[in-house]
């Protein structure tokens, strides 16, 4: 198969996606699942790669990126939300963290919490943003700008396709929460900045 794929065509994007595909299958069968034959492997993969190469072209709500060393307030009756994690690698644990501010910068209802440590770094930004956006939720707001510094994270949220990145289950989570918004953007931070 390495041949067929690198050798003669020189595609590694489709070498990877087949390799995903087998492993994804291999757990599969591991879990008592349903999988496909080997022979169709390929031509699977061939449509997973398809799919998510034409969902990296359409555009969903829009992630801008924040060029200011300070923190800008939302547009009026907009809230802005800002979501991080923290790995506590000794300990084994993360935590996220969640602050929404007004249009003034006042700090409306803020959240921490330690969480048991996640596989990657991603993981802990995907659970403080769907975190951020329950709490958007639970205090009726429905204008919000979601602002976080994970920009791999907002750029899988912008799309339409699933994730088949670790955290794909979680970035769903967030898309459904996000459609709940009468109005909500995403940004992209650096760094943290003080406020």
Not at 168 to 191: C, H, N, P, T
Request: glycine share 6%.
């Amino acid at each position: 198969m390495y041949h067929l794929l690198i050798s003669e065509n020189r595609d590694p994007e489709l070498f990877s996606t087949v390799v995903w595909f087998l492993w994804n299958q291999r757990n599969n069968l591991r879990l008592g699942k349903g999988s496909i034959p080997l022979d169709q492997v390929l031509q699977q993969a061939r449509n997973k790669l398809q799919e998510f190469q034409s969902a990296q072209t359409r555009t969903g709500a829009a992630l801008t990126r924040q060029s200011s060393s300070q923190w800008q307030p939302p547009p009026s009756s907009v809230y802005k939300i800002n979501f991080d994690g923290a790995l506590f690698m000794q300990e084994q644990r993360a935590g996220i963290g969640v602050a929404i501010r007004n249009e003034n910068g006042l700090i409306m209802v803020s959240s921490s919490q330690q969480i048991p440590l996640p596989g990657t770094v991603v993981e802990v930004e995907a659970l403080a943003a769907r975190k951020a956006l329950e709490l958007a939720l639970d205090c009726g707001l429905d204008k919000v700008i979601l602002e976080g510094d994970c920009e791999i994270l907002l750029k899988t949220l912008q799309t339409a396709s699933k994730s088949l990145a670790q955290f794909g289950k979680i970035a769903e989570d967030i898309r459904v929460y996000s459609s709940m918004f009468q109005d909500i953007s995403f940004e992209f931070i650096l760094q943290c900045f003080k406020i």
